[in-house]
């Protein structure tokens, strides 16, 4: 069992930067592969990035990349998003989410293979 709790969102303008944080409790966390969905008013949930267990493995949707990094610290037993360029269509509740996994270099992009989820984050970016 695990549970997260995600913080750093806020208010930011069109272009401005915004660093979120997943803190996890328990001491196996290097075990799980960890993601970052999102889910803006009216629509699914999607995926925005994740990040295998080992911290050698990262996957971005293709509206993020090169302005969104996902990291971790296994020490601090945290994962982060860095959101750089941020864009009105950025505008969501950010979720961290976690899956125990034994292969250390593998992410995952599906909302049904991850088991734990954080309450997520308000972002919201103006133009």
């Known amino acids: 069992q695990v549970q997260l709790v995600e913080s750093g969102g806020g208010v930011v303008q069109a272009g401005g930067s915004l660093r979120l944080s997943c803190a996890a409790s328990g001491r196996t966390f290097s075990r799980y592969s960890m993601g970052w969905f999102r889910q803006a008013p009216g629509k699914e949930r999607e995926f925005v990035a994740a990040i295998s267990g080992s911290g050698v493995t990262t996957g971005y949707v293709d509206s993020v990349k090169g302005r969104f990094t996902i990291s971790r610290d296994n020490a601090k037993n945290t994962v982060y998003l860095q959101m750089n360029s941020l864009k009105p269509e950025d505008t969501a509740v950010y979720y961290c989410?976690?899956?125990?996994?034994?292969?250390?270099?593998?992410?995952?992009?599906?909302?049904?293979?991850?088991?734990?989820w954080g309450q997520g984050t308000q972002v919201t970016v103006s133009s």
């Open positions: 989410t976690a899956v125990y996994t034994v292969f250390s270099a593998t992410v995952y992009y599906r909302k049904s293979e991850y088991d734990y």
